[in-house]
C-alpha cells in the first residue's frame, strides 16, 4: 500500500475518533442541561395558571422548545460532528500530501533536504581536493628510494636475504626523500610500552583507545605507538602543465 493510502487512513481514522468524543461529551452534556431545565421548568408550568400572562407564556415556550430539541439533538449533533471530522481530515490529508510528496524527492544519504546551491566567488568557492600533492609525493619517494617498484614487485620468488637488501635501500632512499620535504613529530611525546594517563577532553582525532574502554576519563593504559603528526609540509612547485599528465616517474630507455 502506497505512503499516501497508508496516511488517509490513519489520518481519517484519527479524526472520527477525536470528533467522535468531542460530539459525545458535547451530547450528553446537552442531554443533562435539558433534563435540568424540564426538572425546573415542571413546577412552574404545573402553576402557570396563577402567573403573569407573559411568564405562562415564557415556561410554555422553553417547554415546548425542550421537547423539540430532544427529537433532533442526536441527528444535528452527530451530523454536525461528521461535517467537522471531513473537514479536519481534508485539511491534514491536503498538508499532509504536500509533506510526503517533499519527503520523497529528498536525497537517500541522511534524509535531509538539498540546499540550494549558491553561487560563490572569490574565497568561498569550494573545488574538490586537487590531487597533485599527493602524486607528487609519491614521485619523490619513488625518484629517491624506488618505493613504487618495491611495493610492485613480487617478493616470493627471492630469499628472506635479497628483500632484507633490497629493503634497506628502499628504507633509506624514502627516509631521505620524506626528511626534506615533510618535518614529522610524534603525537605524544612518550617512550612506546609506557604508562600513560589520558585527562578528559582529548582530542579524539589525535589519540585512539582500544582494549577494555569503559566510563568517563582520566584513562590509565599503555602507549603502544606514540602516533605521528605532520608539522610542515615543504613540496617543490609544479608546472601547470604537469596536473595534466600524473606521470610518478618517467620510463627510461637506454640507447
Not at 496516511?7 to 452534556?29: D, E, H, P
Not at 407573559?54 to 427529537?71: N, V
Not at 626523500?177 to 617512550?191: F, G, T, Y
Not at 582529548?202 to 574502554?213: A, C, P, T
Request: aromatic share 8%.
Amino acid at each position: 500500500m502506497k505512503r499516501e493510502n497508508v496516511f488517509s487512513l490513519w489520518t481519517l481514522i484519527a479524526c472520527l475518533i477525536i470528533i467522535g468524543a468531542l460530539v459525545t461529551t458535547f451530547y450528553f452534556a446537552a442531554l443533562y442541561a435539558f433534563q435540568g431545565i424540564s426538572q425546573y421548568l415542571a413546577p412552574l408550568s404545573a402553576e402557570a395558571q396563577k402567573l403573569p400572562k407573559e411568564a405562562s407564556d415564557l415556561i410554555a415556550g422553553l417547554d415546548t422548545f425542550i421537547r423539540q430539541t430532544r427529537h433532533f439533538l442526536i441527528p444535528s449533533v452527530f451530523g454536525l460532528g461528521a461535517i467537522a471530522a471531513l473537514i479536519l481530515w481534508s485539511l491534514i490529508q491536503f498538508s499532509g500530501r504536500r509533506a510526503i510528496k517533499q519527503a520523497s524527492v529528498l536525497p537517500a544519504t541522511g534524509g535531509k533536504k538539498e540546499e540550494p546551491k549558491k553561487k560563490q566567488t572569490g574565497a568561498e568557492t569550494f573545488s574538490p581536493p586537487s590531487p597533485s600533492p599527493a602524486i607528487q609525493m609519491l614521485s619523490i619517494l619513488q625518484r629517491q628510494g624506488r618505493f613504487i617498484d618495491f611495493l610492485q614487485e613480487d617478493l616470493g620468488m627471492y630469499s628472506d636475504e635479497q628483500v632484507g637488501a633490497a629493503v634497506r635501500n628502499v628504507h633509506q632512499g624514502c627516509k631521505e626523500a620524506l626528511s626534506q620535504h615533510v618535518e614529522l613529530k610524534p603525537v605524544l611525546e612518550h617512550e612506546e610500552g609506557a604508562q600513560i594517563t589520558i585527562q578528559p577532553g582529548f582530542d579524539l582525532h589525535s589519540i585512539r583507545l582500544s582494549g577494555n574502554v569503559a566510563g568517563d576519563p582520566p584513562f590509565k593504559g599503555v602507549l603502544r605507538h606514540h602516533g605521528w603528526r605532520v608539522v610542515r609540509v615543504d613540496l617543490p612547485r609544479q608546472v601547470r602543465d604537469q596536473e595534466k599528465d600524473w606521470v610518478l616517474m618517467p620510463a627510461e630507455v637506454e640507447v
